[in-house]
């Protein structure tokens, strides 16, 4: 069965430093690979998604930027977080091709501060 | 906005009842799913609609699309307090490719 690993799952971190997000699927291949950030109470905002290693869309800009190093490895990078980027951020999976429903992660909860 | 609304915004039903959540948006879909989503986790996939498909079920959940007027709902039939949660309409447009949008969601509480 598929299983997608997001880590780390709570991250304190201080204005100006750099960020570093993971996130692995196991048992798929080729998976379409998304980064979402959700504010407090709210819904879902598309940073980016992947469908292929080194093939990265953004969907906004921003202080972000996303790596597909591997064809099941997703990083969200940072190089100096600002107060902004705090947020609960989802790593998510589909079979790539349209109308996939999409598996999340768990989540990590970042706090700039 | 392209994106998918929810109304209402939060919902608090005793155990047993039903709750229902809509679900609009704006544009042409190719399908419109929605999640659910426990308090600081990531989000699970409940039901997938598709654009020619008018309604649906998975258990006790109810899933209806009407696309004359851009609006899903989501029925949630004798409820527990297990279904404490927040729902998420989310709509794969059709110009959009693969990519899914979500709306802000519906918090439901479910009182024992």
């Known amino acids: 069965s598929q299983t997608i690993h997001q880590w780390p799952a709570t991250l304190v971190q201080p204005v100006g430093s750099p960020l570093s997000l993971e996130c692995t699927v196991e048992?798929?291949?080729?998976?379409?690979l998304y980064w979402y950030r959700q504010a407090a109470g709210r819904g879902l905002q598309l940073l980016f998604y992947?469908?292929?290693?080194?093939?990265i869309s953004s969907e906004v800009p921003q202080n972000l930027s996303a790596s597909r190093p591997q064809d099941r490895q997703f990083i969200l990078s940072s190089k100096k977080l600002l107060l902004s980027d705090s947020g609960f951020y989802l790593c998510a999976w589909s079979v790539s091709g349209l109308s996939s429903p999409l598996h999340f992660g768990n989540g990590t909860r970042l706090t700039v501060t | 906005s392209q994106q998918g609304e929810e109304d209402p915004q939060a919902l608090s039903i005793q155990e047993g009842e039903n709750a229902t959540m809509n679900c609009s948006y704006k544009t042409s879909i190719n399908n419109l799913q929605w999640y659910r989503q426990n308090s600081g986790r990531g989000l699970v996939h409940l039901i997938l609609?598709?654009?020619?498909?008018r309604e649906k079920h998975s258990g006790r959940l109810r899933v209806t699309l009407d696309t004359s007027k851009k609006s899903s709902s989501l029925l949630i039939t004798a409820s527990r307090a297990a279904d404490t949660a927040s729902y998420f309409c989310a709509t794969d447009f059709k110009a959009a490719g693969n990519k899914l949008t979500f709306g802000g969601g519906t918090r439901v509480l479910v009182k024992p």
């Open positions: 609609i598709r654009s020619n498909e």
């Open positions: 048992g798929t291949s080729n998976p379409n």
């Open positions: 992947s469908v292929g290693i080194g093939q």
